[in-house]
């Protein structure tokens, strides 16, 4: 039996009992090669009675380091799948929980008052008696001693100050005004 016969023989057999392990074609041949490989070095420093038994432990041993670091990567994965999961989980729970309407009133309150606050005394209290109260400019007018002129120039200034400072939010009321 030449050389040829005999590397085939060996090689089908090793072939088979590696991929019977792995369950990987590609990875079957890769493992078997290189056990040849490191036979092959082997025999050329050193006799080896039982190159069968010989070739079947480098075989042994290189499987198991592949299945040792198969196992090894999968935990990985495993556990940065299960991380994922939990950060996705989080991020679920947590739009889950948001209420926008919540939100964005007491943020735009918030700015509401605080551009209030902002504004000349009168200039103020002009636009809460209009807007909160509801009372005609005419009232407010006749209340603070201005003409209604003035009343309009004290709510036109509120209304600037307030477009100012709620532009931002502009396109959130146009989307939910468009629904």
């Not at 030449?2 to 072939?15: K, Q, V």
């Not at 990987?24 to 082997?42: H, Y």
């Not at 592949?66 to 990567?73: F, G």
């Not at 009168?122 to 001693?145: C, H, P, Q, W």
Request: net charge positive; hydrophobic share 40%.
């Amino acid at each position: 039996m030449g050389f040829n016969e005999i590397y085939t023989s060996y090689y089908r057999r090793a072939y088979l009992f590696v991929k019977s392990y792995v369950h990987d074609g590609p990875v079957a041949e890769d493992i078997v090669s290189e056990s040849l490989i490191s036979l092959w070095k082997q025999m050329k420093t050193s006799s080896i009675e039982n190159v069968p038994s010989y070739l079947f432990r480098i075989l042994r041993n290189n499987t198991l380091d592949y299945l040792k670091h198969a196992a090894i990567e999968r935990k990985v994965r495993q556990k940065i799948n299960e991380k994922l999961h939990r950060e996705l989980e989080i991020r679920i729970s947590l739009l889950e929980g948001c209420d926008p309407d919540g939100l964005l009133s007491s943020e735009i309150q918030q700015i509401y008052l605080d551009t209030l606050n902002t504004l000349p005394k009168k200039t103020r209290l002009v636009f809460e008696m209009s807007r909160v109260s509801g009372k005609t400019n005419k009232e407010i007018a006749d209340f603070y001693g201005i003409t209604v002129k003035g009343v309009d120039f004290h709510i036109a200034q509120a209304i600037k100050a307030l477009k100012k400072t709620l532009r931002d939010y502009l396109p959130i009321f146009l989307f939910f005004i468009s629904q």
